[in-house]
């Protein structure tokens, strides 16, 4: 007989030690070739002065930060829409998929670089142009996370619940979806990491504020200490949203994790 | 009185003739097992039944009415255990309620007064990665019979599990079967799992399946958990005979 392991919460936090301590270590070289070769702050500032630049400038920082969240959000909200929404069509009608999934990877191999600048052209300034970039460059993995995910559903299962008399639509709720979750998951946590990427580099090309006009200004005044310093913020954002998913991936998935520690 | 009635069932698929004019019946509770070789087409006959496969020749009738008006005639249990593993024991044993339609309220109440005769009392907020093989299992088997079907399709149920558990099962197994006379169908490759649970034995011949043999075993019950007798031997050493002669190239 099994009995469920409890999840101490130390080890979750021991585990983490080696990665923060490869971090620190990394910025304390960083730190130190600077003091001691004297490069100049305008080629490469020091770690310490990007984070005094966090400081100083944080009201510039942090109004600039809310529309790339703003545009993150409802990017990542629209492509989650719409990559569930298909999946669930192209699941029920395979002709469809066959159709339009070559569309999709298609989608994909347009180059944001010449892409970004005419979406800005078609739809302006404001917060649609980022929204939909943000969307076209997430909505893919999570896309093929899901169609791949109801396709794994285990043929024994499918082939018990319709002997129960299930319909199609039961067999997808209670089968195919479940069976999808941790394909989605993995292709959420893919997709969330380029969505504050996306937005930034499409407030770069053309915006009022946000995080990429910070960038953009600051390199046009040379000034590398606030360009890493919005960089900073923008990885803390990244990390942020992907923790975030982890938790929600544990929340959701948590029967795997029992299976982990039997 | 018949319950369940194959008739003259063919089946081809692909260039593979799989079944070949097989006859059954079922009697409302009795424990009929179909025995024969490995890949002779006895899960077939299972599809067939919950409707897998399409029914290309002959005739199937449940209760007297054909198949097509009684789809929902069996409860099935497959050889591995299908538990989904994101649902917790007790959402497991309601899915084929759930199914029917019946709220989860409704449908646990249903299920609950009968996990103690299961063995799972106490684990119906476990997930079933947290369970035993013989656990799952019964779970699984749990999940059959609360259906409410009129005849269970049981294919090779213990087939999965490890030798020590398999015995115990079947121990157990003759034990409920004892009380509650469900009306059942197995399928196995075990000659003595068959011999000590069955009141009739259909054997299969090699592919394309025909019934080559058909026993009716009239040892008293309980069978099991006490050395087998001289007549269980008998047949069990006919059985064997006549599958030896069916595989034997």
């Known amino acids: 007989m099994q009995y469920l392991v409890p999840r101490r919460p130390g080890r979750g936090l021991a585990r983490g030690i080696p990665a923060v301590l490869s971090v620190v270590s990394a910025f304390l070289i960083w730190e130190i070739y600077v003091r001691v070769s004297g490069i100049s702050p305008l080629m490469l500032p020091a770690p310490s002065r990007v984070l005094d630049q966090i400081v100083q400038n944080r009201a510039l920082l942090w109004d600039n930060t809310v529309p790339t969240l703003k545009a993150t959000f409802a990017g990542f909200a629209l492509s989650l829409t719409v990559a569930f929404g298909l999946s669930v069509v192209l699941d029920f009608m395979p002709r469809v998929r066959r159709a339009l999934f070559p569309i999709f990877v298609v989608s994909q191999t347009l180059p944001l670089v010449a892409i970004a600048p005419l979406v800005v052209l078609w739809f302006g300034f404001d917060l649609t142009p980022k929204v939909l970039i943000v969307a076209l460059v997430t909505f893919f993995p999570m896309l093929v996370a899901l169609v791949d995910g109801y396709e794994s559903t285990d043929p024994e299962i499918e082939d018990l619940i319709q002997s129960m008399g299930a319909s199609r639509v039961q067999v997808f709720r209670a089968a195919r979806f479940p069976s ?82 039997r | 009185m018949t319950l369940l009635d194959l008739q003259n069932l063919s089946l081809t698929l692909g260039n593979t003739a799989v079944l070949d004019d097989i006859n059954m019946h079922v009697a409302k509770g009795e424990f009929v097992s179909i025995l024969g070789p490995s890949g002779a087409g006895k899960s077939s006959i299972f599809r067939l039944l919950t409707g897998a496969l399409p029914l290309q020749r002959g005739s199937i009738t449940c209760a007297g009415e054909p198949l097509a008006a009684h789809k929902n005639g069996f409860a099935f249990m497959p050889q591995r255990d299908a538990l989904m593993p994101w649902r917790r024991i007790i959402d497991n044993l309601t899915l084929g309620l759930e199914v029917q339609g019946i709220a989860r309220q409704d449908a646990r109440a249903q299920v609950m007064p009968l996990v103690a005769d299961f063995g799972l009392e106490g684990f119906t907020n476990h997930y079933p990665a947290q369970l035993s093989g013989g656990m799952r299992q019964r779970t699984a088997l749990l999940r059959t019979i609360v259906q409410g079907r009129a005849v269970q399709l049981l294919d090779e149920p213990f087939g999965a599990l490890d030798a020590l558990t398999r015995t115990q099962m079947q121990s157990w197994f003759e034990a409920r079967w004892q009380t509650a006379r469900w009306t059942t169908f197995l399928v196995t490759h075990d000659v003595r799992e068959a011999v000590a649970l069955s009141d009739r034995i259909y054997v299969l011949s090699r592919r394309p399946a025909r019934v080559i043999s058909e026993i009716t075993v009239s040892i008293p019950r309980p069978r099991l958990g006490r050395p087998p007798c001289a007549q269980a031997h008998a047949i069990e050493a006919q059985l064997l005979e006549t599958l030896l002669n069916q595989t034997g190239e």
């Open chain 1, 180 to 261: 999808a979750m941790p394909y989605f998951f993995a292709g959420l946590r893919i997709s969330i990491t380029y969505a504050v990427v996306a937005a930034i580099f499409a407030e770069y090309v053309g915006a009022r504020a946000g995080l990429g006009i910070v960038i953009l200004n600051a390199k046009n005044s040379f000034r590398p200490d606030l360009v890493l310093a919005a960089v900073v913020i923008s990885s803390l954002l990244t990390l942020v949203l992907f923790a975030a998913t982890a938790l929600l991936q544990r929340f959701v998935l948590r029967w795997r994790d029992v299976e982990g520690h």
